[in-house]
């Protein structure tokens, strides 16, 4: 049965021809063949686990739910090193002379420039937009980094950077896409491969994948963009099904996909969800996302609340997980899928019963961790 989306729907049910677009971005990830070896060879470098947890998924009356855990990423507490790590080591090999690496961040993704800058014995500058909290600041600092908070949101932040950096000279390694600026994004991209390359031996088998379905949160869509790339090239049309899921008022993707094509979100920028608060696609994610996913969904932060405590309250012998307000996005997305009466099309589309297995990404830990421990005392 095909539904039919409503202009006003918190979610959006895609039709995608999985195809790969002929653009920049997907000729530059098919060079990333070296990204599990690049990163094999960083100090600190191992898997981060594939948790399973049988109890959540009795709970919620479905096969298996599996978590990978990226709070454990290389000591930076998000999995954002894979991607800023290899886009620096690529923009070297071409460029040694770069002395000053530059971005635009929510937190995170500045946090891993700056390490990964430290680590090439490159200074790093990031700016932050307005509201970013001292926490996250203060740990992009410890890597090194000089921050500087910008009277701005995300998008406004990401166009400063961008224009200091062309001043000074100095190289911009954003996350983000947009016309003439897509081979650094695209080499971002590519890192984050690995993530998915580590499930190889467990879910990610050959010739049909363990899992059915895979939730993947998305700010620019980058993140989300790698996952649909890994998944249609190794399994074509018996990929898992992919589900989107980003903050209300940061709906960039899902607005995108009402409109058909890359448009901003008219949402107010307020979330907690600091990774995943973007207002515009990222072009070079912007095709994968419209070919390669069936689903996206907006959630309100309430719902990344309660998986940050479906998560670490674990239920009977489940593992604990602490996972921030990003990192618990994508489960947050099924649990509103699975309680919310509106979202009953989507439960249907996606076919999900008491043997689906899925799979999430706690892409980070307690990135906040005031806030983390005021969403866990607040029952
Ligand atoms: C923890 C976390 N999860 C997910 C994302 C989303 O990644 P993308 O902006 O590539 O969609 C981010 C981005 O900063 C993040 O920090």
């Avoid at 739910?65 to 290389?74: A, G, L, P, W």
Wanted: proline share 3%; net charge negative.
């Amino acid at each position: 049965m095909k539904i039919k989306n409503k202009k006003d729907s918190s979610f959006y049910i895609n039709n995608p021809d999985n195809t790969f677009v002929d653009n920049t971005t997907t000729s530059i990830l098919d060079k990333c063949d070296d990204t599990k070896a690049f990163h094999s060879s960083l100090p600190g470098y191992k898997p981060t686990p594939l948790v399973h947890l049988p109890n959540l998924s009795k709970k919620y009356n479905v096969g298996n739910i599996y978590i990978k855990d990226e709070s454990f990423r290389f000591g930076l507490n998000a999995f954002k090193g894979l991607g800023a790590s290899y886009a620096i080591y690529q923009i070297l090999k071409k460029k040694s002379q770069i002395e000053t690496f530059c971005t635009a961040t929510d937190g995170n993704h500045g946090r891993a420039v700056a390490w990964s800058a430290k680590f090439f014995n490159k200074k790093a500058v990031v700016f932050v937009p307005k509201g970013t909290t001292n926490q996250r600041i203060k740990a992009i600092e410890k890597e090194g980094a000089i921050v500087e908070q910008v009277d701005g949101n995300y998008d406004k932040t990401c166009v400063y950077a961008k224009e200091v950096s062309e001043k000074n000279g100095w190289e911009l390694v954003q996350d983000t896409a947009w016309e003439n600026y897509e081979e650094i994004p695209a080499y971002i991209m590519g890192g984050y491969l690995t993530l998915f390359q580590e499930m190889e031996d467990s879910l990610h088998l050959i010739p049909n994948p363990k899992i059915d379905l895979v939730f993947l949160q998305a700010g620019v869509g980058s993140f989300a963009g790698t996952g649909i790339r890994y998944y249609l090239e190794r399994y074509g049309i018996n990929r898992p099904k992919i589900i989107i899921v980003e903050p209300t008022e940061a709906d960039a993707i899902l607005a995108s996909f009402k409109k058909g094509k890359i448009t901003t979100s008219l949402g107010n920028s307020k979330t907690i969800m600091a990774g995943l608060n973007c207002g515009t696609p990222s072009l070079g994610a912007w095709d994968l996302l419209k070919n390669g996913s069936d689903v996206s969904i907006k959630i309100d932060d309430k719902y990344s609340r309660e998986a940050i405590r479906e998560l670490y309250f674990s239920n009977g012998s489940d593992a604990k997980i602490i996972s921030g307000e990003s990192g618990a996005s994508g489960l947050a997305g099924f649990v509103a899928i699975m309680t919310e009466q509106e979202c009953k099309p989507i439960k249907e589309e996606l076919n999900i019963n008491e043997t689906t297995n899925i799979l999430f990404i706690s892409t980070e830990g307690a990135t906040d961790i005031d806030m983390f421990n005021r969403i866990i005392s607040e029952e």
